[in-house]
């Protein structure tokens, strides 16, 4: 009894992976043949991978980069002056920061207004930036 058990569970584990069944994973249909196969052809392929692979229109990749300079140019003088840091707006646009484009806003009480590229931000103040940090 037992050994017959036992020989059920050794049989299970041992049984060839090529008898599981495959779907494919643009079209789900079954598929035949080898075990690493994973689409039914070339055209299932690259429908997968074109629906998987993110396709951004221009305009969205060309913002995209905007910002992720202009948060990358307040890291840069946020770090350096440990989380806070006071520019002229003259610097800030001469190293291709675009004030144009920013994530989102803060208002302070005082209505200061924060424009945030992610998690840095700047106060505009005349001829003078403030550049802030924040982990909200
Ligand atoms: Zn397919």
Do not use: W
Not at 32 to 40: E, H, S, Y
Not at 60 to 72: A, F, S, T, W
Not at 87 to 109: C, D, M
């Amino acid at each position: 009894m037992y050994a017959e058990y036992y020989i059920f569970v050794v049989n299970i584990r041992t049984m060839p992976e090529s008898e599981e069944t495959k779907f494919c994973l643009s079209c789900q249909k079954s598929l035949n043949g080898r075990i690493d196969k994973k689409f039914c052809d070339d055209y299932c392929r690259s429908n997968y991978n074109n629906k998987t692979k993110k396709v951004l229109p221009p305009k969205v990749k060309e913002i995209n980069l905007i910002l992720r300079k202009n948060r990358d140019l307040l890291k840069t003088l946020a770090d350096k002056s440990g989380g806070k840091a006071t520019v002229s707006l003259h610097v800030l646009a001469e190293q291709g920061f675009n004030f144009e484009f920013f994530t989102h806003q803060y208002i302070t009480k005082t209505e200061n207004k924060y424009n945030f590229c992610y998690e840095y931000g700047y106060l505009k103040l005349h001829d003078k930036v403030i550049v802030v940090h924040s982990d909200k």
